[in-house]
C-alpha cells in the first residue's frame, strides 16, 4: 500500500522561510508533487521531482531523496498569499495524496 | 497549462438521485482523473478516466456508483449515482497535460446531498 505523512498544522511569519515535510511509503515510485489549495479552491501544481535532490522555482524549491522516503518544500521570503494547504502526492502504483500541512503565515 | 471547466459548478440533489459532472478541457489531453474531496480532507482519487475504454477505479470505488464516460481526450464525465448524504464532497477533475508530470485541477463541483 502506500502511506504518506505530512504536519497538520505550521506557523511562520511573513518574510521567514519554512519547510514543510513529507515522508512516504509506496509501492513504486514515479514521482512526487507539491499542490497549494487556498480555502475554497482547486489545488494548483507547485513542483515536481522524480530525481534526488533540489528543484528551484523562485520562492518555492522541492527536495527528494527516495532511498529515505522524504521530501520537503521550502518556501522563502514568506507573504501573506502563501498561507493556504500544501499538499504533497505520490505517483507510485497509483497517485495518493497526503493530508496537506495548513500553513498560516502571521505579519 | 490547460484550462479545465467543471459543469455545475455547485448543486444540492436529494437522497436517491444522480448527477452527472462534466468536466472539459481546452485542448487534448492524454490523461483525466477524477478526485473526490472531502471537508477538510485531501484529496483521493476516484478513477482514471480513460479515452474509448473503460475508467480504471481505485480500491473503494465501483463504477456502479460512479460511471466515467470519456469520449474523446478533451472531455470526460463522473455520474454519482443513487446519491446519500456522504456523497457531500468537492469533486475535481484533473488532465496531464503531458503525462502524469503536470497534473492540472479544474475549480470542483460542490456537491450537497440532503
Known amino acids: 500500500g502506500q502511506n504518506i505523512d505530512q504536519p497538520t498544522e505550521m506557523t511562520a511569519t511573513e518574510g521567514a522561510i519554512v519547510q514543510i515535510n513529507c515522508t512516504y511509503q509506496?509501492?513504486?515510485?514515479?514521482?512526487l508533487f507539491w499542490y497549494q489549495q487556498h480555502a475554497g479552491e482547486a489545488p494548483t501544481f507547485l513542483s515536481y521531482n522524480v530525481l534526488d535532490g533540489l528543484e528551484e522555482k523562485g520562492r518555492f524549491s522541492s527536495f527528494l531523496s527516495r532511498s529515505k522516503g522524504y521530501s520537503y518544500l521550502l518556501l522563502k521570503e514568506l507573504q501573506m498569499k502563501d498561507s493556504a494547504s500544501y499538499l504533497c502526492a505520490v505517483y507510485g502504483q497509483n497517485f495518493v495524496f497526503g493530508p496537506g500541512t495548513r500553513l498560516s503565515v502571521l505579519p | 497549462s490547460a484550462v479545465i471547466s467543471q459543469k455545475p459548478s455547485r448543486d444540492i440533489c436529494q437522497r436517491g438521485t444522480s448527477l452527472t459532472i462534466q468536466c472539459q478541457v481546452d485542448s487534448q489531453v492524454t490523461m483525466m482523473f477524477w478526485y473526490r474531496q472531502q471537508p477538510g480532507q485531501s484529496l483521493t482519487l476516484i478513477a482514471t478516466?480513460?479515452?474509448?475504454?473503460?475508467?480504471?477505479?481505485e480500491s473503494g470505488f465501483v463504477i456502479d456508483k460512479f460511471p466515467i464516460s470519456r469520449p474523446n481526450l478533451t472531455f470526460s464525465t463522473l455520474t454519482v449515482s443513487n446519491m446519500s448524504p456522504e456523497d457531500s464532497s468537492i469533486y475535481l477533475c484533473s488532465v496531464g497535460t503531458s503525462g502524469i508530470e503536470t497534473q492540472y485541477f479544474g475549480p470542483g463541483t460542490r456537491l450537497l446531498v440532503l
Open positions: 509506496t509501492s513504486g515510485f514515479n514521482g
Open positions: 478516466a480513460n479515452q474509448g475504454s473503460e475508467a480504471t477505479y
